[in-house]
């Protein structure tokens, strides 16, 4: 007996295993790769058994060797296994012999790549060999492999979501530069940008696909049919009853892309991200995939044995007495060594299977190991990665594996499933762990996809309207029957999973900023990531100006940079025991990072002079680098200091040094968390909320109201350059990034999608909101079956609408509002605004301010305003702070040295919206750059660019005092300025007369404009919704400019009825314009209805907004002309009398007498006040009938006057233009001049006005 068992010790294998080596294994069961022992007795068992569990071996077929057990013993263990896996793989290969064709193209033989030789166009790859992108409008190519029977498929990974057609084509199907795949017969695709499939023709099909989708493309030979995969998820059969084709001509993957569109094609260089049952790839695994795995698990069974020796809890120790090993102290090494060196020999010299290990079953080891969800195993996944870097072949793996983990990233869907640890996560934690190892990091700094992968890591995979629903199966708003508690869960878990992410790419950011590489000369700790930062921003402002940029971009990136950035500069970070930086502690009460320190601050002005290839490219305020690099100072200070609220008074200054501390320090943590767990919920269900836009549709214009929806056919008329509160939905929001340090610019060119698609769905939701109990409320009311028919359909309608507006809220309230960005956000603008105003009192220096400081600043307030759930109330928002942006607002927007308009017109658009509310406008009534500047800066920039949003913002500073607007007075209207605008026109008349003209002519072209689309609509009988919303921009634009009129005759009647009277003239007739244009309307319901859009009340929507500041005009003049004590007033029932059209103007006056005002104005003090205007049509008629008989009694006479003004036919032509002396009236002469400088007969250029009496 002792002699059997020394001779299989001498031999070291049993017969069991010699059998099972020699590939006779059918009467042998391998023992399963769980942690199970096998022993006859309890007690300590032999060596030989734990090697046998470690190496997936039969029980009892491994002998003890006569010497000592090391890693040359175990490497013969491993090479013998390695005969069987061949085996294997050759089995599975022969499956590919006579079913698929694979022409070498310089790849090797079993290497599948795009043809060149099929290329339609052009591709330029990204990464070799299979992230491409097309560069011509329209790019096609087939891959060099081609099936004709059994189950193939092969995967795409979107890196762009535009028009791309992904499927499988014949060699005999055509490429063009307009037919690609899909295009012909024997040629199928899928297209999830147009959701349809192509064969010849477009048939709808599959859902919307976004960016990071994988796309699998499957094809079925056997049963003639094609389908996709969207995310594993099966699309449904596209394509059945395809032919067969002959033996060797068969279907081959193929692509078409529009230009800058990008993939990521697998065609089996990988293993598959979500792979389909019974279907191959088309290119075959390679040969050393089954042992390597093998390997992969001996290695992990390995680590099992040691971990369950090093446990110390109770539940290993129980563990342990059931499942017992031999301890493996000893011999970890031996056994790990030789694991490894079979591993890297494996791999070794072929880059294929290197590739597919580290995508692979490498990537599943290293993730078992770590673990994917908290607590992770940290001290075990260090021990595998040590144990790596002791071989040769260890850093092209790992270089691999990086770029591998950062591509996951980006393919990587949020599942509500696995939150928080979901998305890229794990992928995620486990580089931040591997780069944490010096070499790792320096290995990966030092490789050619070092910018690539880490874009990867920075990327979010963003849920589309398909995902969403999966994401938030249910939804809730007020008033409707949904489960609230569920909804609010949910968010509650998706804002844990994203800030799980956003920590992970601070960890991995602060990482890289403290490496510092090993090269001469020595650069200092930053220096990688300030250079990843700017060639990341040049290469999306090179997108945003259509420049020829190194490849599309993915905005995500920037929005996670962005985030990092504003982490560490608002939260700082401090070094842990690892030595690895990483975001400390909030303190919301001290401000522990940059952004809250308080006292004195400074900022080197040497980055707004520097000249280098990034910022030579940057615009800036006062014109291009290269013009204003010729007007540079010699002498600048090298830094520019101030203390902090230096620009505000003592009185109302709020710093973070002050007792009243900011709104980004003033809320405890404790307060925080309350606030958060409250607003979870938060759904904005109409306006009435405390941040809502007015209910006044024509605080609204700007946004309505784009120069192409006016006519693009209209030359020389004021222009809309502006939008209001609603458009900085729609808007695009240039950058986010505000701090003007080393990282200052990197999300400059952000075009802020999720930003933009945040605001616009906010919007959508609550007019959704209103549109479904609009509809639910006619619903009730109706009778007849074909309405309430109608009415429903329309209600489903709005419902999905609803609803997904409100699931993309939930999505950016998890990502974009949680409390501490926007404790950072608010920190930022304080910051930049005092930096701005410190540089905008040098004259040097504020030319060479980049623009993007100004636009970042404004589209971060606005974005922090309007964040949901609401950051502050908004009485604290620019009180608590951000005093100072309305000085700076105030005092820029109409600055000369700003050479940019459209920088302009952001400063303009900020007032526009801010003074809506009665909160922000008391801080601009006691802003003593307002109370000396604004007036008079509103009435200069009336002007051709920005009179919409000056209209907007005078009517809010002039409302409420009107007829027929006390009932509707809103509480944003200020009485301070009443005051100093009427002062401003009072003492400065020039100005005041030259913007009373511009408010004229306007007000004529809107009328104009408005009567005409009126018109068209009528003469069409149907109202198309893009004339009816221009209908109804034009209406509140015109009454606007009415009532602003109307304050003018109130506050300044002296303009009108003082000195010349053509002020009065072009007043008068302007009224009867209005009066002639609105009655001539005869359908009054057609009228009304055409201004009511959905969602608005009706009494905002009807005659009453503009026929009120006409009376109000009337009324105020005649109220003016009878209390005045000065005799040589212009008479205005004169005025009135004179004009050519009375009957137009009797009638006019009647229409507005028999308006139904007693119910528009029910509870006005108003209403009394008709009563004058009925004195003043009775005067009227009883002058106009005098005056027509005396013009009877002069045309019976026979009387005739030859020197009538031929322009007006109403006055004695008693002026003449010098030089070329040309007769007309001198008020119709005076009134061309304002306009133009040359003679209305010969276009000669005008010198002089001479009166005939004169001469």
Known sequence: ???????????????????????????????????????????????????????????????????????????????????????????????????????????????????????CGKFKSIREPLLVESSAPFSSARANACVWKGKWMYEVTLETSGVQQLGWATISSPFTDQKGVGDADDSYSYDGR???????????????????????????????????????????IAF??????????????????????????????????????????????????????????CLFRLLEVQNLEKSESAYFEKLRRVKKFA???????????????????????????????????????????????????????????????????????????????????????????????????????????????????????????????????????????????CLIPSVWWPGSSEDEVSMTLTMTTLSDAIKKIEEMHHELCSLLICFTPPVSPSQPPGSIFRSFVQSLVLKARGGDHRMVVSGTFNNTVLVSLYTVILHLLSEGYSMDSSGSASSSKVNCGTGVGFLHKGGKRKFPTQLLFRNDAYYSVVPRIGGSPNILMYYQADAVEDEVQWDEGCMDDEETRVTHTTTQK???????????????????????????????????????????????????????????????????????????????????????????????????????????????????????????????????????????????????????????????????????????????????????????????????????????RRSDPPFVSPAAFL?????????????????????????????????????????????????????????????????NRSWIPVTNILFRLCKGSGFASSKNAESSSSATFQVLLRETCIHEQELFFSFLNRLFNTLSWTMTEFSMSIREMQDKHQVADLQQRKCSVIFDISCNLARILEFCTREIPCAFLMGPDMNLRRLTELIVFILNHIISAADAEFFDMTLR????????????????????????????????????????????????????????????????????????????KLAQLEEFSHYFRRITMAVDGKEEHNTSSGDEDDDTCCICYNCDSDATFQPCHHKSCFGCINRHLLNSQRCFFCNAVVTSVTRITDS
């Not at 029980?59 to 263990?77: E, M, Q, T, W, Y």
């Not at 499956?95 to 698929?100: E, T, V």
């Not at 260089?269 to 979500?274: D, E, K, Q, V």
Request: proline letters at 5%.
């Open 1 to 119: 007996m002792a002699e059997g068992s020394n001779s299989h010790r001498r031999s070291a294998f049993s017969p069991g295993l010699a059998v099972l080596l020699s590939g006779d294994e059918a009467k042998i069961s391998p023992q399963k790769s769980h942690l199970v022992s096998y022993h006859d007795e309890i007690g300590h068992q032999a060596v030989e058994r734990t090697l046998e569990h470690i190496f997936d071996l039969p029980h009892k077929s491994l002998v003890r060797p006569p010497g000592p057990i090391d890693a040359g013993f175990i490497r013969l263990i491993l090479r013998n296994q390695a005969r069987k896996f061949d085996l294997d793989w050759e089995k599975c290969n022969h499956g590919y012999q006579g079913s698929i064709l694979i022409v070498d193209r310089g790849a090797g033989q079993s290497k599948v790549v795009l043809d060149d030789l099929s290329i």
């Open 194 to 236: 147009r959701v349809t499939k192509w064969n010849n023709d477009a048939k709808p099909y599959g859902q919307p696909w976004a960016v990071g989708d994988v796309i699998g493309c499957c094809i079925n030979l056997d049963a003639g049919e094609i389908s996709f995969y969207r995310n594993g998820i099966s699309l449904g």
């Open 327 to 469: 301890p493996l102290q000893e011999l970890f090494h031996p056994i790990s060594e030789g694991i490894c060196a079979e591993f890297f020999s494996a791999v070794k010299g072929s880059q294929e299977c290197l590739e597919y290990i580290a995508w692979g079953s490498l990537t599943t080891f290293l993730l078992d190991v770590f673990r994917a969800r908290e607590p992770h195993d940290f001290s075990c996944l260090d021990q595998v990665l040590d144990l790596f870097l002791r071989f040769q072949g260890c850093t092209p793996l790992l270089q691999e594996l990086i770029v591998a983990l950062s591509c996951m990233c980006k393919a990587a869907p949020l599942v509500l499933t696995e939150c928080p640890y979901s998305g890229s996560y794990p992928f995620l934690a486990l580089a931040c762990r591997l780069l944490r190892h010096k070499d790792v990091m320096h290995l990966w700094w030092n490789s050619e996809d070092f910018a690539f992968s880490f874009e990867g890591f920075l990327t979010r995979k963003i849920p589309n309207k398909q995902d969403l629903q």
């Open 240 to 297: 059945d009853g395809i032919r067969n084709i002959e033996l060797k001509k068969g279907y081959y993957a193929a692509i078409s892309l529009s230009e800058g569109e990008r993939c990521h094609l697998n065609f089996g260089s990988h293993p598959f991200r979500y792979p389909v049952d019974g279907f191959d790839p088309i290119e075959a695994p390679p040969r050393c995939r089954m042992f390597t795995s093998y390997l992969l698990r």
């Open 1093 to 1168: 859009r959905p969602g608005q009340q009706l009494e905002k929507t009807n005659r009453t907004m503009i026929l009120a500041p006409l009376v109000g005009i009337i009324l105020n003049l005649m109220e003016c002309s009878s209390t005045s004590e000065h005799r040589e007033l212009n008479d205005v029932m004169a005025v009135f009398a004179s004009m050519d059209c009375p009957a137009t103007i009797h009638f006019g006056l009647q229409y507005l007498l028999s308006y139904n005002w007693s119910n528009v104005l029910r509870g006005d003090a108003s209403l009394a």
């Open 879 to 943: 009180k608590q702070g951000l005093a100072s942006f309305v000085t700076l607002v105030v005092k820029h927007f109409d600055d000369t040295r700003i050479v940019n308009p459209d920088l302009k017109d952001l400063l303009l658009q900020s007032i526009s919206v801010l003074v809506q509310y009665k909160e922000f406008m008391h801080v601009f009534e006691n802003n003593q750059e307002a109370i000396n500047g604004l007036p008079r800066s509103l009435l200069s920039a009336f002007d």
């Open 662 to 864: 900011p709104c980004c320090c003033s809320i405890t943590d404790v307060t925080e968390g309350v606030r958060y767990k409250d607003n979870a919920k938060y759904i904005p269900s109409t306006s009435k909320g405390p941040c809502k836009p007015m209910p006044e549709r024509s605080s609204h214009v700007a946004a309505e109201c784009s120069g192409r929806s006016l006519g693009d056919d209209i030359e020389e008329k004021p222009s809309t350059s502006t939008q209001s509160e609603i458009d900085y939905g729609y808007q695009t929001l240039h950058n986010l990034e505000s701090i003007p340090m080393a990282a200052q610019s990197s999300s400059e060119a952000l075009k802020d999608e999720e930003l933009l698609d945040a605001f616009y769905f906010m919007s959508q939701q609550s007019q959704s909101i209103s549109l479904l109990e609009e509809t639910d409320r006619q619903i009730r009311e109706k009778s007849c079956a074909e309405q309430v028919r109608r009415l429903k359909e329309a209600r489903n309608s709005y419902h999905e609408d609803l609803v997904d507006c409100i699931r993309h809220c939930v999505w950016y309230r998890a990502t974009l509002f949680s409390p501490w960005k926007q404790r950072g956000m608010y920190a930022t603008c304080m910051w930049v605004v005092e930096l701005l105003l410190v540089l905008s009192e040098s004259k040097i220096m504020f030319h060479y301010v980049p623009e993007f400081y100004v636009e970042s600043l404004v589209d971060c307030f606005h974005a922090l």
